[in-house]
């Protein structure tokens, strides 16, 4: 009878351990903090704020003449060079991310693979996790390594580009151009004045 028990013990034992094997492994991964910290991330922001400054300067030029002299014709340039700014930067921001996430994600799937590692979990969505679990240092460093061609375009819309684009929100802020104040620097009643003409006047005596 004790023979048997133990051969039980064993069966439960080996049975527990088969079970521990068959665990996920798990690993968390800080996405923002990536795109933030990592060369790739930091080439990209100063990217896009240098193409951010190029249209602000452009836009703050158009202001100037406004300012200078009120009338439609520096008004209407004013504005399209707001427009300008607007979707050029929504544009290049969008394209940006795109990229960085592609090659994040790459990335990620081939750290996966090679780590033998089941399922990465974004750090934003996990309320708690052993530090031991956070991949992100390490995937920083291997983010280093990549090289991004920012003029080129993302192979196919990211799936989930959330983390790229906080961190691009976060860092590229329009300071001098904003939407009110092409409302506000455009002349409200400035048109051109008719040049009165002598024929004209003298058309209209009796």
Known sequence: MKKFSAFLLMVAVASLLAACNNTPKIAVVDGAKVFRE???????????????????????????????????ENAAAFQEAVTKYQ???????QRVVGLLQDNFNKLLEKYR?????????????VLSS?????I??????EFNKTT???NAKPAAPAADAAPAADAAKADVKPEAV?????????????????????????????
Request: charge should be neutral; aromatic fraction near 2%; glycine fraction near 2%.
């Open 130 to 134: 052993d530090e031991a679990t956070d």
């Open 38 to 72: 990592s060369k790739p991330g930091q080439d990209a922001m100063a990217y896009l704020r240098t193409k951010s400054n190029d249209l602000q300067a452009e836009a703050k030029a158009a202001q100037e003449k406004v300012q200078a002299k009120q009338s439609q």
């Open 148 to 150: 991004i061609d920012l």
């Open 87 to 93: 979707t050029t930067m929504g544009t290049e921001q």
């Open 178 to 206: 904003k939407p009110e104040a092409a409302k506000a620097a455009a002349p409200k009643a400035v048109a051109p004045k008719a040049e009165a003409k002598p024929e004209a006047a003298e058309a209209k005596k009796p």
């Open 136 to 141: 992100t240092n390490k995937i920083i460093e």
């Open 113 to 125: 693979k090679d780590n033998k590692v089941d399922v990465v979990i974004a750090k934003d969505v």
